[in-house]
């Protein structure tokens, strides 16, 4: 049975920086205003009570914390424009974020003893106010905190994309914890210089970017329909994992936890999938690039810093030949990151006209389990659950998304979220079973 529950949301308040902050217009680098991260990043958050914490109000905490961190994070107070071609920048105005109170007629526990993805009512939980989901001239950020009966509380957000990458919001979100439990400061201080990503003058391509290639619109490169989507989650922790290797080539041992899961969703998703065996299916993955320079990205730096490399499969060899095939292809991918081949994505977006990453024919994956959302601590504890709350509405079928989270035994592992039409989906879990089993 489908968990549902009524939500009552206080009016919506705008919380501007405590004090006031510097008014000046800041260009965003030309990693962040690229199309395809002109989108909304959304979080979810599941708090239990916290007897210590007594009868204090998460969401007046919170509130508060928030004022006094957008002092230092005043970016994110302001607005976006756009400038000529298609630059993005944001008008430092200190207008503030948009934050709502709620109380919602249900308990932690009924959500399940295990919080995976995706949760029911999320339209509920998450804030809404009319005229504000724009990417530019609406509120960068806006929060909902929703207390619950059993007195823990759900802590939801949407975030503007060209501000932040997952680790540069996952940044602000642990100085937030800091702030409501009492410091003054964060203990990372944000920095701000988008210049470090700027293209070069004048732009050189240097690297072939198929993420970015356009694409022919052809019936084989739409073989996932809008309709009739089934959307789940997976647990992958120790014992999955073993098995999982039992495919890994002697050859390739040293490969990552990521890469090996990796190569095998694509695998799975790709013999559900049933495409033309001679289609080429792309993989593209995200890869967080701070240290790939030299010298390295300052510590603090909040804007994306990501990449997406990208790799191509016929459907047949991904399908038909062993998972190292697979595997060779997603190692190759990570490993192609360079400071140049950042620089040479930089360049691409002055030159391209800041193009959106292709997503027919192609999964993409984002990894969130290292960066850090489970940890935030607003003062009653880590979260339960911290991550997405769901597939990417805007491309359904196209991100799988790598979690932090606990099975019903509280083992540690990696939560992905996976979205495909209900037939294919049915397939996927058959392979994936065979691969596990």
């Given amino acids: 049975m489908i968990l549902t529950f009524v939500v009552r949301r206080h009016a919506p308040e705008m919380i501007a920086p405590a004090t006031p902050t510097a008014l000046e ?31 204090t109000n998460p969401a007046g905490v919170i509130r508060d914390a928030l004022a006094k961190l957008l002092v230092f994070y005043y970016p994110l107070a302001g607005r976006i424009k756009e400038g000529p071609g298609r630059k993005l920048m944001v008008e430092c105005t200190g207008e503030g974020v948009v934050f709502i109170e709620a109380e919602a007629d249900v308990t932690l526990e009924q959500f399940g003893k295990t919080l995976h993805p995706p949760f029911p009512c999320l339209e509920k939980l998450f804030c809404d106010v009319p005229g504000s989901g724009g990417i530019v001239g609406s509120p960068l950020l806006k929060i909902q905190v929703t207390h619950l009966l059993c007195g823990g509380f759900i802590y939801t957000s949407q975030l ?3 501000m932040c990458d997952g680790i540069g ?14 410091a003054v400061a964060p203990s990372v ?11 070069r003058d004048p732009p050189c391509i240097t690297f072939p970017h198929p993420e970015y290639d356009d694409v022919v ?51 799975c998703r790709t013999i559900a999938l049933q495409p033309d065996p001679e289609q080429d299916m792309h993989l593209i993955v995200l890869v967080n690039a ?48 360079t400071e140049e081949y950042v620089r040479s994505t930089t ?20 990894n969130l389990t290292r960066v850090g959302l489970n940890k935030v601590n607003f003062g009653w504890g880590e979260a339960m659950y911290a991550g997405l ?28 979220m996976i979205g495909l039409p209900i037939p294919a989906m049915k397939k996927f879990v058959k392979e994936l079973n065979i691969m596990l089993n």
């Avoid at 360049?347 to 984002?366: E, N, Q, W």
């Fill in 347 to 366: 360049d691409l977006m002055v030159v391209k006209g800041r193009p959106g990453f292709r997503t027919a024919s192609t999964c993409i994956v984002s």
């Fill in 169 to 182: 919001y996952a940044q602000f979100l642990k100085a937030l914890g800091e702030m409501a439990r009492g």
């Fill in 290 to 337: 701070r240290n790939k320079f030299n010298p390295p990205i300052p510590i603090g730096y909040y804007g994306n810093c990501i990449v997406f490399p990208c790799v191509s499969s016929k459907a047949r060899d991904l399908c038909d030949k062993p998972l190292d095939h697979a595997l060779e292809l997603v190692m190759m991918a990570k490993s192609s990151v």
């Fill in 160 to 162: 503007n994309h060209t």
């Fill in 189 to 199: 201080l944000p920095v701000w210089q988008r210049e470090f990503l700027y293209a």
């Fill in 25 to 55: 217009v800041k260009l965003l680098s030309d990693i962040d205003d690229q199309a395809g991260l002109r989108s909304v990043l959304p979080t979810i958050h599941f708090y239990p009570s916290n007897p210590k914490m007594g009868n």
């Fill in 389 to 416: 709350p769901n597939e990417n509405p805007d491309v359904p079928g196209v991100f799988c998304e790598y979690m932090p989270s606990t099975n019903d035994n509280g083992e540690s592992g990696i939560v992905v």
């Fill in 217 to 267: 619109d052809t019936k084989l490169n739409h073989i996932i329909t809008m309709d009739e989507m089934a959307e789940k989650s997976f647990f992958f922790g120790p014992t999955e994992m073993s098995a999982l290797r039992r495919f890994v080539p002697e050859n390739l041992k040293t490969c990552t936890t990521f890469e090996v899961l990796t190569s095998c969703l694509w695998r």
